[in-house]
């Protein structure tokens, strides 16, 4: 069988990735006690290496050489390679993790089938692209954001293959994300609208910096122009007193 292509859809949208996406302690409590007693895990997409837990044996596959280049010293030892032909053996591993990457694998029927066949359980945080698409930055200013994530692997691939190879989902758990969220995914700033002005930190959310900046370019200015006007504020004023929110960020547990 040929090796497969290692793919880097992180070679530009990866720079300074590990500057703006770090690890959120709430985000990581909840990810953590998914682990439960496993002392084994492969964490499958690991980019730079957030969440990963310290307390156990732990493996990082990921394909992407600008990802690879921002891990930390002392992060867990890596080896380059894809969710679709893990070099792994059978059952090596308590738990199989996939964080916010199912939807960059080339094939993600064949990655989550790679997760089944290497771990004895599978913990993979995804999201619900239709509770996602009601969120205000999709739903005022990007739409476009919805109609890509549509076509992407979330959460209902998720499910959708673990059910057909008769995997026991245990849980599908939502994830809150906290309004002080250091975490900058898509949704994390959803109580801080002005940070989405910034291009540093759009450029560490795949969903944005995917688009092309015809269509960006011109929802920042709406956004920056209802900011100045006091319209989002008034429209959204139910979220400033929130300390947490459901964005549609979804962690589901396997056996």
């Keep these: 069988m040929s090796k497969p292509l290692l793919i880097d859809p992180?070679?530009?949208l990866g720079r300074g990735y590990a500057d703006v996406r770090r690890p959120d302690r709430t985000i990581g409590r909840q990810v953590h006690a998914a682990l439960g007693t496993a002392t084994s895990v492969l964490n499958v997409g690991a980019g730079t290496g957030s969440y990963e837990p310290t307390d156990r044996q732990v493996l990082a596959v990921e394909p992407s050489v600008t990802m690879l280049g921002q891990r930390g010293p002392g992060s867990a030892p890596?080896?380059?390679a894809t969710a679709e032909a893990l070099p792994c053996r059978d059952d090596q591993f308590d738990v199989a993790l996939a964080l916010l990457t199912v939807h960059h694998w080339a094939d993600p029927v064949a990655g989550l089938a790679e997760l089944r066949r290497v771990a004895r359980r599978q913990v993979v945080l995804t999201w619900d692209v239709e509770v996602m698409a009601r969120y205000w930055l999709v739903a005022d200013y990007l739409?476009?954001?919805a109609v890509r994530e549509r076509r992407l692997a979330t959460v209902d691939t998720v499910l959708a293959a673990f059910g057909a190879a008769e995997?026991?989902?245990v849980e599908v758990q939502v994830?809150?994300?906290?309004?002080?969220?250091?975490?900058g995914?898509?949704?994390a700033y959803w109580r801080r609208p002005e940070a989405y002005l910034d291009e540093g930190v759009?450029?560490?959310m795949s969903g944005v910096a995917s688009l092309p900046e015809t269509v960006v370019r011109p929802a920042m200015a709406r956004?920056?122009?209802d900011l100045r006007s006091g319209a989002w504020h008034r429209r959204h004023d139910d979220l400033l007193t929130r300390e947490t929110l459901d964005v549609g960020y979804r962690l589901v547990i396997a056996s």
């Design 167 to 169: 995997v026991q989902v």
């Design 10 to 12: 992180y070679r530009v």
């Design 78 to 80: 890596v080896v380059r």
């Design 143 to 145: 739409p476009e954001i």
């Design 175 to 183: 994830v809150e994300v906290p309004w002080d969220c250091t975490d």
């Design 223 to 225: 956004l920056a122009a």
């Design 202 to 204: 759009r450029a560490g």
């Design 185 to 187: 995914f898509l949704a």
